[in-house]
């Protein structure tokens, strides 16, 4: 049974930071793309950043240059390193991973972490 186990959420004053986590756990052959997704209130999810298992990394145009995505493959981790935190980010985060299994891929979430910028 995989789990995808967010943690780091909180409230932050504008201007922050905070650090997402997501650790995958269970049995699994290999880790795709990982994404962070963010849901604000009566809002549809947004995609937030991809890191491919290459790597590469994309974000949307509102959190460019205050976001970063990374993992360590090592610990089945994926980060998200948030600074310059705006109202506007307020939102549940939740993560995402493609877990490979017996020769297939599935996509796996996490149940969400709660982030609110406000002073």
């Known amino acids: 049974q995989v789990q995808l186990v967010e943690s780091g959420g909180g409230l932050v004053q504008p201007g922050g930071s905070l650090r997402l986590s997501c650790a995958a756990s269970?049995?699994?052959?290999?880790?795709?793309?990982m994404r962070w997704y963010r849901q604000a209130p009566e809002k549809e999810r947004e995609l937030v950043a991809t890191?491919?298992?290459?790597?590469?990394?994309n974000y949307v145009d509102s959190v460019k240059d205050r976001f970063t995505i990374f993992r360590d493959n090592d610990k089945k981790t994926v980060y998200l390193q948030m600074s310059s935190l705006k109202p506007e980010d307020t939102a549940v985060y939740y993560c995402?991973?493609?877990?490979?299994?017996?020769?297939?891929?599935?996509?796996?979430w996490g149940q969400g972490t709660q982030v609110t910028v406000s002073s």
């Open positions: 995402n991973a493609e877990i490979g299994y017996g020769g297939s891929s599935t996509d796996f």
């Open positions: 269970g049995v699994m052959f290999s880790i795709g793309a």
């Open positions: 890191i491919t298992a290459g790597g590469s990394r």
